[in-house]
């Protein structure tokens, strides 16, 4: 394994923090020809990233393309064309207090200075480059530390960096555990994590003994709810897919399904059939389908399964050295009758091609059922009913939720990706990216032709009102 020494380590928060006070990042020129950058970067080195990719995961080109290579160059775009008005202050109405034409206020935002982004394996290409571009947008010198796991992915991007970014101003730093220790002993201007929570709790309290910010993506057991009113059919190949993509190991990935009781039965067949269609009678032989990242993820997949082998309706063939295991159904029942929350499935999120299902009496029960567990970091609801969609949205709590539909919200970068909870703090992706490594500056600007008394000792008590009204 690569790792980075550790002598040029020790300070490299503060040797970036140099280059960032001489102001370089500040420029929209610099912060666009670095955007621009890594698009080349993206476009220049296709095939070398997908097959990168393809010895960590497994993983389809097709996905590939879509899940990681698209969504880079999209926040590369979205970026570029909107930067100039996020960069600009944002002018505020002052009170009459502060008189209408001899005051003016605005917000204006300040890059932060240095930043850390640590990334997970699952996604080891455009988690990567979008925090980096969130930084670079934002004005911020970056340090990228990713996934040891995805070892051909990292080392692939430690090689190009350097050779499409400014090199005084992005970094990145290979390793593990004793290498990602010695950065968070750094301070740092702000640290964006995505990851599981133990790691997250890590860094959170390393970001808090320098009071450094932190954004926190941490994923959890996103759930899914399917009405008795919908296309099964649709709905079983949307929950499929985004279910299976990546072989279950998306962050955002249904990790269960509540069902109406009424329409289990027609669910669990519609979605053997998708897989079946997806990925032909057996997944091994698909090259659409991925592996699981290594062999001791694979074993704590093969371990819950095990604990509900007789409910598995459709798949569970494991193969640990090829880091295979089949898409996988597993019934656990009713909610009530057959206690489905004990089951190890639904303890701890799965991340892995297994997808429990579960059904309930009521949208009630359902929603009972999912503020039951901790806040996830998706919600996905498929149903007809525009009241049944309000009434799940209004009494649920989750970082980002779809309706009819799976995954395709993190494809959007007008809207923030982030968690709440236990599933993460803060957001990125677009404007939210932008912002979150932003410091919103309040700049309030006074002339000096004129100067109230009013508000200056000694005090008159009779003119207090009038100071009150103009507050």
């Given at each position: 394994r690569v790792t980075t020494k550790m002598a040029s380590m020790d300070n490299?928060?503060?040797?970036?923090?140099?280059?960032?006070?001489?102001?370089?990042?500040?420029?929209?020129?610099?912060r666009t020809t670095q955007l621009?950058?890594?698009?080349?970067?993206?476009?220049?080195?296709?095939?070398a990233l997908l097959e990168a990719i393809k010895k960590d995961l497994g993983r389809s080109p097709y996905e590939s393309v879509l899940g990681e290579l698209a969504t880079v160059t999209g926040e590369v775009n979205y970026a570029c064309s909107n930067l100039k008005s996020w960069m600009a202050p944002t002018a505020v109405s002052t009170p009459l207090a502060q008189v209408k034409g001899m005051s003016s206020a605005c917000v204006t935002p300040q890059p932060l200075g240095v930043v850390l982004v640590i990334t997970p394996w699952n996604y080891?290409?455009?988690?990567?480059?979008?925090?980096?571009?969130?930084?670079?947008?934002?004005?911020?010198?970056?340090?990228?530390?990713?996934?040891?796991?995805a070892e051909h992915s990292s080392a692939l991007l430690a090689d190009l960096i350097p050779k499409y970014?400014?090199?005084?101003?992005?970094?990145?730093?290979?390793?593990?555990?004793?290498?990602?220790?010695?950065?968070?002993?750094?301070?740092?201007?702000?640290?964006?994590?995505?990851?599981?929570?133990?790691?997250?709790?890590?860094?959170?309290?390393?970001?808090?003994?320098?009071?450094?910010?932190?954004?926190?993506?941490?994923?959890?057991?996103?759930?899914?709810?399917?009405?008795?009113?919908?296309?099964?059919?649709?709905?079983?190949?949307?929950?499929?897919?985004?279910?299976?993509f990546n072989a279950g190991q998306t962050c955002i990935a249904p990790d269960y399904v509540l069902v109406h009781h009424e329409s289990k039965?027609?669910?669990?067949?519609?979605?053997?059939?998708?897989?079946g269609k997806f990925y032909g009678d057996n997944a091994r032989n698909s090259e659409d389908y991925g592996r699981i990242v290594n062999e001791r993820h694979c074993t704590r997949l093969q371990t819950l399964l095990e604990g509900s082998r007789d409910k598995i309706v459709c798949g569970g063939e494991v193969d640990v050295p090829s880091k295979f295991i089949a898409p996988t159904l597993v019934d656990l029942g009713t909610h009530g009758a057959d206690h489905p929350e004990a089951a190890p499935l639904m303890q701890d999120e799965l991340f892995g091609?297994?997808?429990?299902?579960i059904g309930v009496d009521s949208?009630?029960?359902?929603?009972?059922?999912?503020n039951s567990r901790d806040k996830p970091l998706a919600l996905y609801i498929f149903s007809k009913s525009s009241s049944t969609q309000q009434e799940i949205l209004d009494r649920t709590s989750s970082g980002s939720a779809v309706i009819n539909d799976a995954l395709m919200q993190y494809s959007m970068s007008s809207l923030p990706f982030g968690g709440v909870g236990a599933s993460g703090m803060g957001a990125y992706h677009g404007e939210y990216g932008f912002k979150a490594l932003s410091h919103m500056r309040a700049v309030l600007n006074k002339t000096t032709w004129m100067d109230l008394s009013v508000r200056y000792p000694p005090y008159d008590m009779s003119k207090l009102w009038m100071l009150e009204k103009m507050l």
């Open positions: 490299l928060a503060g040797d970036l923090r140099k280059t960032f006070y001489t102001d370089v990042t500040h420029a929209i020129k610099w621009k950058a890594i698009g080349k970067l993206v476009e220049e080195n296709r095939e080891p290409v455009s988690l990567p480059l979008n925090g980096i571009v969130a930084a670079l947008a934002a004005g911020n010198c970056v340090v990228l530390k990713p996934s040891e796991m970014l400014d090199n005084n101003c992005v970094r990145v730093v290979l390793g593990g555990i004793a290498e990602t220790t010695i950065l968070l002993n750094q301070k740092w201007d702000h640290i964006l994590y995505t990851g599981n929570g133990t790691v997250g709790r890590i860094i959170l309290k390393a970001a808090a003994d320098h009071l450094t910010p932190v954004t926190l993506e941490l994923g959890g057991k996103s759930p899914t709810y399917v009405d008795k009113d919908v296309d099964i059919a649709i709905a079983a190949r949307r929950i499929a897919w985004g279910k299976f039965s027609a669910l669990v067949a519609a979605l053997k059939d998708m897989i091609p297994i997808l429990p299902i949208v009630g029960t359902a929603i009972s059922f999912i």
